[in-house]
């Protein structure tokens, strides 16, 4: 069997096992970057950075395609986008909440855990790969805790030193 032709079938599977399609992948996509913009600790990081949303909408429904379907459908490197953010594990502790509550609304179950599985894994990569570029070694277990002054924060919480 060709790539393709394998590729296609693995397709087929998730979606049968699932319901998961590019339609409810763009709803998911769109709803949760919908919160993200709004979200007083996540919106900041973004709107600093993302000054097209529609094209960063795309990458991020073909992001989310190949890694839900396994589609091929994005090339790219994220962990050089987010290497040099300034976010810690509260930022992604906040990402998995909000795209656990999108899934929840969005999908039935088996796709709402298709995609946190996924995203647990995407979130302890990318809070890696930070901490990495910010010359901190996490072991197994260990978060990525910066000081305040180091991180995108809320300005109410950077004022009461939380």
Do not use: N
């Amino acid at each position: 069997m060709q790539a393709a032709q394998r590729r296609a079938q693995i397709i087929e599977q998730i979606m049968e096992q699932t319901a998961i399609d590019e339609a409810m992948i763009e709803r998911l996509v769109r709803r949760f970057y919908d919160k993200v913009r709004r979200d007083p600790l996540l919106g900041p990081v973004f709107d600093s950075r993302i000054k097209d949303w529609e094209s960063h909408l795309q990458r991020m429904f073909a992001f989310w395609s190949s890694v839900a379907l396994m589609s091929g459908r994005y090339s790219g490197r994220p962990m050089e986008k987010h290497a040099f953010l300034p976010v810690d594990a509260r930022h992604f502790d906040r990402w998995l909440v909000l795209f656990q509550e999108t899934t929840e609304e969005v999908c039935p179950p088996a796709a709402a855990d298709h995609f946190m599985e996924r995203a647990y894994r995407i979130a302890e990569s990318l809070e890696l790969g930070v901490a990495m570029a910010s010359g901190v070694m996490l072991a197994k277990g260990d978060r990525l805790r910066r000081p305040d002054s180091e991180v995108t924060l809320p300005a109410a919480d950077k004022e009461l030193g939380r």
